[in-house]
Nanobody, 122 residues
Framework: QIQLVESGGGLVQAGESLRLSCIAS????????LGWFRRAPGKEREFLAR????????DYADSMKGRFTISRDNAKNTVYLQMDSLQPEDTAVYSC???????????????WGQGTQVTVSS
């Protein structure tokens, strides 16, 4: 079992950056693949990025490459999402999720945080 709590959301202007954090309550954090998703108003949940248990492998949605960077600090049980050049269309609730395996291939996200709101004004 793992619990996830996101933080770092807020209101920013277009072109600015934010770094989201997600801290996990588990003693086996490196055994989980972690991911970030978002849900904009009236839209389906969208995959953004994921990272393997060791942090050595990452995977991004094509539309996020170059602007968003996922990373993790296993000593702090925390996964991050650095978001640069934010635009109004990035406005959404951002959630982290955990899959109970360390490798990316076949990872299924079974645990979810509550999410943190990111609002980008033009």
């Amino acid at each position: 079992q793992i619990q996830l709590v996101e933080s770092g959301g807020g209101l920013v202007q277009a072109g600015e950056s934010l770094r989201l954090s997600c801290i996990a309550s588990t003693r086996t954090f490196p055994l989980y693949t972690l991911g970030w998703f978002r849900r904009a108003p009236g839209k389906e949940r969208e995959f953004l990025a994921r990272i393997s248990g060791s942090g050595g492998s990452t995977d991004y949605a094509d539309s996020m490459k170059g602007r968003f960077t996922i990373s993790r600090d296993n000593a702090k049980n925390t996964v991050y999402l650095q978001m640069d050049s934010l635009q109004p269309e990035d406005t959404a609730v951002y959630s982290c999720a955990a899959a109970p395996q360390a490798t990316l291939k076949g990872a299924r996200f079974a645990y979810w945080g509550q999410g943190t709101q990111v609002t980008v004004s033009s």
